[in-house]
Structure formats: C-alpha cells, structure tokens
C-alpha cells in the first residue's frame, strides 16, 4: 500500500493547479491522476451540495481509503509521491484526519491576497458557468445564505480566505518543520525559484527544471461565451482539433478568450478590513511582509 508523503493543501485560486503540473515534470516526484480528490476532507462522507454545479465538482472526490489508494497504484520507483487538494486548507477537522492517516507528511502551502483571491474565485466560477451574478458584491452579499443553503466551498468566496486561523489548525496537529508556506507572489516573480524550494522541501533533486512556459487553471470572464465553450467544453470540434493543437497552444487559446476586469477599489477596501487583523497575525506567523495585502 503507498499513500502520499506530501500534500499541498491550498489556497484556492493560489497557483496550486500550476505548482502540481510543473511537479509532475520530475521524474522523482509523482502525483495523483485526480488533482483534487478531497478524500481527507470528506472521508466516509456523503455531501448532498445544493450549489449550481457542486454535484460536477464533487463527482471526482474519492471518499473511501481503498479508493484513494488507488490513486497512488502507478507509483514506480518515485520517492515523493502526494496529490493536491485546496479543500484541505479550510474545511475543518482536515488536518486532523490527515494526521491520523499520514503523521509524518509534508505539508505544502501557498497563499494569495484574500482579497484578491476570493475575486479570482468569483470569477473562476462565472468562467466555468456556475455563478449567476456578474456582479462581486452581490455574490459577497449572498454568500453567507448560500453557505446556510449547503452550498460547496467554491462559492465561501469571503470565508476561505481566513489564513491564519487555517494554518493555525495544522500547527497545532504537525510539527512546524512538516509545513512549508509560500507566496502566490513567489510564484509571479520566480516560479524557477519555487519549485527548486520545493523540491529541497521533498528530498528530490532540485536542479531539475521543469517547464514553466504555461500556466494552469486561468480565471476570467469569456469574452464570448459560445466560443469559450468550443475551446473549453467537451465537443465534437474540440475532440478533432485536440490531437493537432500542442498543449500551449489549447492553453493560450483558452487564455486568449477570458478577459479579467479590476476589482472595485471600494469592494477591495471592504475585503480588506474583513481580513486585516487575520493578515496581521498570519505574517507574524509565517514570517512575511504582507504590507501589500492591506493597501
């Protein structure tokens, strides 16, 4: 039996789908065919989510250990061997199923603007068809109603981006030596630079270097939503163009058709006065200058 000796565990919208296809590159480093399997956040678990398209987004989640281990069944000879779930980072009682199951994990974590992150996660769920409002307010507005109603966590737009409090849990379970936590900065600025950390982290050569030419998993607005579903939907044009197009190629085209308008500088402010006193602890706490996050 071969389960995970590391896991990175969030934030959403954080560059986590990124991070795990460069990782996937090293030839030590092998992770889960399903990049959000959610399996320590729902164990034994049979969530019935009522939110638009919370049925689609948890039909992949695998909620029995025998299950998950097969996730892991094709390990051949890789000595750091994880999956990616931003579920983990968040929902409670996690980490501590996660300790019970895997003790001697490595824990890997990066962090994004709050505010901006539950911005880009609004509009991650306008891109793939779920959110009914355009407008940021309105859904920050509602969220609290949609959370009561069992709504899945992509839509807890303001609540999933209490940090501290989050890494607060896992520090109280794991050995603070098991937990490593990185920037969404850090990936802007150096992507190179991060994954060599990560790679030190898990015990794999880090003079490796993966291919960092595309990046995964873009929020935005479609620009025209009949030909973003042609790019991004299952359909008969895109299964006969998929073997001609190079993957860059179907990723910049996707990218090409989203759009990203500003946040509002007053929905910003009010986002930020939520988070202030958190961002405050959680730099003190991770070490960081996070000036940035509160201006």
Known sequence: ??????????????????????????????????????????????????????????????????DYEHLFDKVNGETAIGEASVSYLHIPETAERISQHLSQVKILVILRDPAER?????????????????????????????????WMFPWHYKRNGF?????????????????????????QKDAAG????????????D????????????????KNRTIFNLID??????????????QKMRYKLRKSALEKPLMSKDIRNHLVNIYRDDILKLQD???RDLSNWLS
């Open 233 to 246: 939907k299952p359909n008969l044009a895109k299964k006969v163009l998929r073997p001609l197009l190079p």
């Open 163 to 187: 940090y501290f409090e989050q890494l607060s849990t896992y520090l109280s379970i794991f050995d603070a030596r098991q937990i490593k936590v990185w920037l969404y900065e850090d990936l």
């Open 207 to 222: 003079t490796f270097t993966p291919d960092l030419s595309v990046r995964y998993n873009i929020s935005g607005i479609p």
């Open 1 to 66: 039996m071969v389960l995970p000796n590391f896991l990175i565990i969030g934030a959403a919208k954080a560059g986590t789908t990124s991070i795990a296809q460069y990782m996937k590159q090293h030839p030590q480093i092998y992770i889960s065919p399903v990049k959000e399997p959610y399996f320590f956040s729902f164990e034994g678990q049979t969530p019935n989510f009522q939110g638009p398209g919370d049925s689609d987004t948890f039909s992949y989640a695998v909620t029995r250990l025998a």
């Open 285 to 287: 706490l991770i070490n």
């Open 118 to 150: 539950a911005y880009a996660h609004f509009m991650h769920q306008i891109r793939d068809g779920h959110e009914s409002t355009i407008d940021f307010s309105e859904a920050l507005q509602v969220e609290d109603q949609r959370i009561q109603d069992n």
């Open 194 to 205: 991060l994954l060599k950390e990560i790679f030190y982290f898990l015990g794999v050569d």
